[in-house]
Nanobody
Framework: QVQLVESGGGSVEAGGSLKLSCAAPRYMDSDRCMGWFRQAPGKEREGVATIWTGGGSTSYADSVKGRFTISRDNTKNTLYLQMNSLKPEDTAMYYC??????????????????WGQGTQVTVSS
């Protein structure tokens, strides 16, 4: 049973923008960490951004700081990732993930026990 569903991926030129969404109806009603991760071909999956659903505290990978913004709408049970000034190196499959209730945000992927199927982002130069 799919519990996290990403959408919004696509193909854009460098410098363009995309907004990813993650429907997370079971996870936004408890305080937990939600995150976006990505995996490029031939590379390991890496953390992009995290957000604490309770207070909204966020963190970002250095490679996306100032360009990406993570947010959530608890009333819509949806997680977002606004991506601006996209670069070819941002090309990857993007996944949203939900951590355990009351466990703080971390880049350790083993702390996220629910994952979506992913949405592809391709940035051309």
């Amino acid at each position: 049973q799919v519990q996290l569903v990403e959408s919004g991926g696509g193909s854009v030129e460098a410098g363009g923008s995309l907004k990813l969404s993650c429907a997370a109806p079971r996870y936004m009603d408890s305080d937990r960490c939600m995150g976006w991760f990505r995996q490029a071909p031939g590379k390991e999956r890496e953390g992009v951004a995290t957000i604490w659903t309770g207070g909204g505290s966020t963190s970002y990978a250095d490679s996306v700081k100032g360009r990406f913004t993570i947010s959530r709408d608890n009333t819509k049970n949806t997680l977002y990732l606004q991506m601006n000034s996209l670069k070819p190196e941002d090309t990857a499959m993007y996944y949203c993930a939900a951590g355990r209730v009351w466990v703080g945000c971390t880049w350790d992927q083993s702390e996220y026990n629910y994952w979506g199927q992913g949405t592809q982002v391709t940035v051309s130069s």
